[in-house]
């Protein structure tokens, strides 16, 4: 039930880097889960530490809690460095047999620094250290037949947020998506179809540019990180937005390899925008 985890290498979005891991999914054998992991990148290092109770308080409730600490360097991106601490609560359960809910509490505390002297003045007015204290519900519907490689089914889900129970920022976040699999010609080919989309209303002061949608790089192919949405145009920095949309078509197919490569080949479209930036600063393009 004990495992660690060393890997090495490249991603397009962090850079190189390595990744240390360490996991007991029967913690004092009674199925707790305890993880710590630590990430070293060019751009970005990160530690967590996760605990996971499967059955809280004897019920069908699994409960755990959070700790992390990260520090991410947006320069190619948006021209500043971020730092953040924090920590968060969660609770999850099923409310029917394939509807589940998971309620969380997180807080955490971001300063915004190291900012490039040719920067946006949208990412100069963002510099400093600010709190988010914020409660939040996703709804899960999963008719999939697998979880992991879907060859049939569809999912439904809703994400909601509202910050502003104690820290500096007060705003509501809300995300839907869906997808829905289908096999052509035979189980080896799957079609597919993905799609998001969300909105951030501030309920007090601005929209920081830490909690903003931004497309790109893991979330839309072909793009840089925050290649897609608002932009400072003479400096070239990604602002992000308050509304974003995404969608995919995809089908994937067999390339000959065994299949426990679980490797797959693909043709998709990509469509989506993010949008809805009120900076109040001349060069900027919504």
Same mark, same amino acid.
């Given at each position: 039930?004990?495992?660690?985890?060393?890997?090495?290498?490249?991603?397009?979005?962090?850079?190189?880097?390595?990744?240390?891991?360490?996991?007991?999914?029967?913690?004092?054998?009674?199925?707790?889960?305890?993880?710590?992991?630590?990430?070293?990148?060019?751009?970005?290092?990160?530690?967590?530490?996760?605990?996971?109770?499967?059955?809280?308080?004897?019920?069908?409730?699994?409960?755990?809690?959070?700790?992390?600490?990260?520090?991410?360097?947006?320069?190619?991106?948006?021209?500043?460095?971020?730092?953040?601490?924090?920590?968060?609560?969660?609770?999850?359960?099923?409310?029917?047999?394939?509807?589940?809910?998971?309620?969380?509490?997180?807080?955490?505390?971001?300063?915004?620094?190291?900012?490039?002297?040719?920067?946006?003045?949208?990412?100069?007015?963002?510099?400093?250290?600010?709190?988010?204290?914020?409660?939040?519900?996703?709804?899960?519907?999963?008719?999939?037949?697998?979880?992991?490689?879907?060859?049939?089914?569809?999912?439904?889900?809703?994400?909601?947020?509202?910050?502003?129970?104690?820290?500096?920022?007060?705003? +509501?976040?809300? !995300?839907?998506?869906?997808?829905?699999?289908?096999? *052509?010609?035979?189980? &080896? @080919?799957? #079609?597919?179809?993905? $799609?998001?989309?969300?909105?951030?209303?501030? +309920?007090?002061? !601005?929209?920081?540019?830490?909690?903003?949608?931004? *497309?790109?790089?893991? &979330? @839309?192919? #072909?793009?840089?990180? $925050?290649?897609?949405?608002?932009?400072?145009?003479?400096?070239?920095?990604?602002?992000?937005?308050?509304?974003?949309?995404?969608?995919?078509?995809?089908?994937?197919?067999?390339?000959?390899?065994?299949?426990?490569?679980?490797?797959?080949?693909?043709?998709?479209?990509?469509?989506?925008?993010?949008?809805?930036?009120?900076?109040?600063?001349?060069?900027?393009?919504?």
């Amino acid at each position: 039930t004990g495992e660690l985890s060393i890997g090495a290498g490249f991603s397009s979005t962090a850079g190189a880097l390595t990744d240390l891991t360490i996991r007991e999914r029967n913690l004092l054998g009674r199925g707790q889960d305890l993880r710590l992991s630590t990430t070293l990148a060019t751009r970005q290092q990160q530690i967590d530490l996760s605990f996971t109770e499967p059955y809280f308080l004897g019920r069908e409730l699994a409960a755990g809690f959070d700790v992390f600490y990260r520090t991410t360097d947006f320069g190619d991106r948006s021209s500043f460095e971020e730092d953040e601490a924090g920590f968060g609560l969660r609770a999850g359960y099923q409310l029917g047999p394939r509807l589940r809910h998971t309620a969380r509490y997180t807080f955490s505390r971001d300063k915004i620094d190291n900012v490039a002297t040719d920067a946006s003045p949208a990412i100069k007015a963002q510099v400093g250290t600010f709190s988010t204290s914020a409660i939040g519900n996703e709804f899960f519907y999963d008719a999939r037949n697998s979880r992991f490689s879907p060859t049939d089914g569809y999912y439904l889900s809703y994400d909601i947020d509202v910050a502003g129970l104690g820290g500096t920022e007060r705003f +509501l976040r809300n !995300e839907v998506g869906a997808g829905v699999y289908e096999s *052509l010609f035979s189980s &080896s @080919f799957v #079609g597919s179809l993905e $799609g998001s989309a969300g909105i951030i209303n501030e +309920l007090d002061d !601005e929209i920081r540019i830490s909690e903003r949608f931004f *497309l790109g790089g893991n &979330s @839309f192919r #072909g793009f840089k990180n $925050g290649g897609v949405g608002p932009r400072d145009v003479s400096s070239d920095d990604s602002l992000g937005g308050t509304k974003f949309y995404r969608a995919s078509a995809e089908v994937q197919f067999p390339l000959g390899l065994p299949e426990e490569f679980d490797i797959k080949g693909a043709v998709f479209s990509d469509v989506g925008s993010v949008w809805g930036n009120d900076d109040p600063f001349p060069n900027i393009e919504d």
